[in-house]
């Protein structure tokens, strides 16, 4: 069973940066992170599930982002450790929310931005940014 495991969240001041983790564990057997779409949604609180950040290795190595976000956070993956991340600058207030590590297999890119194309999701991590 894939398991994604977050952390790297917490408190900071607008203007300010964060590096989101996400170590990647139970692969199937054969199966590498090559193998698998990863990404980040985040949840403001009473608010949906949103895509900000998701990277197909197959797509010679293309990642896409949310508006929103695009220009500021930055998703990088270390293969060879299992690990993705997310830096995140400039952060604003809005940014606030509960992020979420995802991972999925045969994602076509009309889904890469839809969270119930994902196979598996983390805990997620608090992200709070004060103003």
């Known amino acids: 069973q894939v398991q994604l495991v977050e952390s790297g969240g917490g408190l900071v001041q607008a203007g300010g940066s964060l590096r989101l983790s996400c170590v990647v564990s139970?692969?199937?057997?054969?199966?590498?992170?090559?193998?698998?779409?990863m990404g980040w949604f985040r949840q403001a609180p009473g608010k949906e599930r949103l895509f900000v950040a998701a990277?197909?290795?197959?797509?010679?190595?293309?990642?896409y982002y949310a508006d929103s976000v695009q220009g500021r956070f930055t998703f990088s993956r270390d293969n060879a450790k299992n690990t993705v991340y997310l830096q995140m600058n400039s952060l604003k207030p809005e940014d606030t929310a509960v992020y979420y590590c995802?991972?999925?297999?045969?994602?076509?890119?009309?889904?890469?931005?839809?969270?119930?194309?994902?196979?598996?999701w983390g805990q997620g991590t608090q992200v709070t940014v004060s103003s």
């Open positions: 995802v991972a999925g297999m045969g994602l076509i890119t009309s889904s890469i931005q839809i969270g119930a194309a994902y196979d598996y």
């Open positions: 139970g692969l199937a057997s054969g199966r590498t992170l090559n193998n698998y779409a």
């Open positions: 990277n197909r290795w197959r797509d010679g190595r293309r990642t």
